[in-house]
């Protein structure tokens, strides 16, 4: 595999992914882009890909993985919790071949976080805790 990788590298990887036609968007998020990141951390990428199966998409994500350092976490969008799609998009945009589709779904991803919140805290922190507070 290869010792070190910049984001050039990353982008000329997946474009020779037999599917890169199908790539939809890629971010870099995670502690790497909120200056958090240590020498221990690992480095995370989001592919969104326009495939609905998701037993493809588990199959595309690991042949991605193979094609990068253990240090790199290859994640597909539709396949994470939707508290850390959250968190991707405060991550940055490295590929797009649509930004207002990208803009679509970052908005509709925050719509159906805020409609979960109350029930995602109410499941962290009980009913007793958030009572009162501001969700």
């Known amino acids: ?76 969008f539709q396949l994470l919790p939707l508290y850390i799609k959250k968190e991707v998009f405060k991550g940055e945009l490295l590929y797009s071949i649509d930004k207002k589709y990208v803009h679509d779904i970052a908005r509709k991803t925050i719509e159906e976080y805020d409609d979960f919140k109350p029930r995602y805290k109410y499941i962290l922190y009980g009913k007793n805790k958030i009572e009162g507070a501001i969700l």
Request: charged fraction near 30%; charge should be positive.
């Open 1 to 76: 595999m290869y010792k070190s990788m910049n984001m050039d590298n990353i982008l000329d990887q997946i474009e020779l992914l037999p599917i890169f036609d199908k790539l939809t968007f890629l971010y870099l998020f995670g502690s790497s882009c909120n200056g958090k990141a240590t020498k221990r951390s690992d480095i995370d990428l989001c592919f969104y890909y326009d495939i609905k199966d998701k037993k493809k998409l588990y199959k595309l994500m690991f042949k991605i993985t193979a094609l990068f350092p253990d240090k790199y976490d290859i994640q597909m």
